[in-house]
């Protein structure tokens, strides 16, 4: 049954990627005498790069807005009813219908709906001690996150910068406070930073953070944040010392935003995420949809459904429901969990299966680790990389690869991505015919190089 005097109503929950993508995307597909589409978002922006934040508040990119790919204003002018500073408090999925809040004046309402889109996000993860609320304690998600950083930047005497974490919000705030003047602390639980990668791999990265200058603290979880008379944060303590502050920020990760669906009955997953088809439809519910940071994907490699939050899935997410929703057809498949970051002028890189994940699913598997340069040796330029590959025991199937070098380092990891995606071998890697010239690579590209180790390797077996 149509809600609304004969067209369909769309509902979407969250103004970033996902929910905007998929709005805009079916309203492509079906006019405004087909489609009202309503959509909610809490902040103040839409459509705008997370991912950016840290480069922001670094200096790399000059103003906030930069960042912002489509405003409420643009989106407006598609006949999309987008309600900023709106929040949806509740979901009546027997009613078809969710309760919105205004953030502003408290006012509440009801919408009804013939289908939803959930894209809610993530938000930080804030540790559950003392003084985690504190005035100078900042979790960088959302543009309202990075202007309330930057505000303290500019409004904070001191010059002293603890980030909790590693991970890469973690070491790219880290780098983005170097660029500021701070004297930066990473204080990071693991061994090594970056947990994304195997550790052997995460060292290179920890030698690159202590180059630029950064205090790297491993093995030490933060059990609580200290704070002066003033009531804000003065330093942060672990369980053997105290580390000054006067701002600290919170790179321990994001988790899905999902309270609003799991009061409503949804199914989410191990990871906290909402599971979905491969329509991206939540399942077992024919009328609504969810996609981005609030839903856990499929992972190509383990066949496990796994938690990535990255805007390059998010908007592929939209772009699937939006169609779905606007009487077409498209899927997503799953990932094969590809990411790529940088300290400084070091490029870090990773796609398919670590180590433990590997372990974890109970793949036997080889591993190879190869030095090369990124430019034919005698070219000026030439830069060192390390390859690291693991490869199937026996039948030589590529599990994962990472990267971690200098200039043109970080996006071959793309080769790998594709090969894990098309399901090749280490040996069919080998064959692969990939650009040449001495400006751009060896002979044998570092990732060919890999190959052919790990390929001698599991042929052993």
Known sequence: MNMSGGRERLVVIGGDAAGMSAASQARRLRGPDELEIVAFERGHFTSYSACGIPYWVGGDVGERDDLIARSPEEHRTRAIDLRMRTEVTEIDVAGKRVRARDVDSGAESWTSYDKLVIGTGARPIRPDMPGADAPGVHGVQTLDDGQALLDTLARTRGRRAVVVGAGYIGVEMAEALINRGYEVTVVNRGSEPMSTLDPDMGRLVHKAMEGLGITMVNDAAVTKVLTGQDGRVRAVATEDAEYPADVVILGIGVRPETGLARAAGLPVGGHGGLLTDLAMRVRGHEDIWAGGDCVEVLNLVSGQEQYIPLGTHANKHGQVIGTNVGGGYATFPGVVGTAVSKVCDLEIARTGLREKDALRVGLQFETVTIESTSRAGYYPGASPMTVKMLAERRTGRLLGVQI?????????????????????????????????APPFSPVWDPVLVAARKAAAKVRAF
């Open 404 to 436: 971690v070098g200098r200039e043109g380092a970080g996006k071959r990891v793309d080769i790998a991505a594709v090969a894990l995606t098309a399901d090749m071998t280490a040996e069919q890697m080998t064959a692969l015919d990939l650009g040449y």
